[in-house]
């Protein structure tokens, strides 16, 4: 028997038994927000401190969000690290880029 299942688009793909296949919508959409979020620090239209804000916010809105929809502590886990994987690369090599004004 195969391991093949459909995914989101229709399209069979193989499924791990040990881990799933990571979504390639979501992945799509989180690395291009991030090349946005980047953009836009280096175009000066947003400071990195207030970038690193909205990550913050945004991880505090996810926990919020899930207690309330009854999400696994698991995948919220995984969001919040993906969260803080995004603040990483706003503060990583910059010297004092999280005092920034």
Same mark, same amino acid.
């Given at each position: 028997?195969?391991?093949?299942?459909?995914?989101?688009?229709?399209?069979?793909?193989?499924?791990?038994?040990?881990?799933?296949?990571?979504?390639?919508?979501?992945?799509?959409?989180?690395?291009?927000?991030?090349?946005?979020?980047?953009?836009?620090?280096?175009?000066?239209?947003?400071?990195?401190?207030?970038?690193?804000?909205? =990550?913050?916010?945004?991880?505090? !809105?996810? =926990?919020? !969000?899930?207690?309330?929809?009854?999400?696994?502590?698991?995948?919220?886990?995984?969001?919040?690290?993906?969260?803080?994987?995004?603040?990483?690369?706003?503060? !990583?090599?910059?010297?004092?880029?999280?005092?920034?004004?």
């Amino acid at each position: 028997m195969s391991n093949d299942r459909p995914s989101d688009d229709g399209i069979a793909t193989s499924a791990s038994p040990t881990a799933p296949e990571p979504d390639s919508h979501g992945q799509a959409a989180l690395l291009l927000v991030e090349s946005i979020i980047h953009t836009l620090i280096d175009a000066k239209v947003l400071s990195r401190v207030q970038v690193i804000g909205a =990550v913050r916010t945004a991880a505090e !809105v996810k =926990v919020e !969000v899930a207690d309330e929809l009854g999400e696994s502590e698991a995948n919220m886990r995984r969001s919040l690290g993906l969260l803080t994987a995004i603040e990483r690369t706003l503060t !990583v090599g910059e010297p004092g880029a999280a005092n920034e004004p």
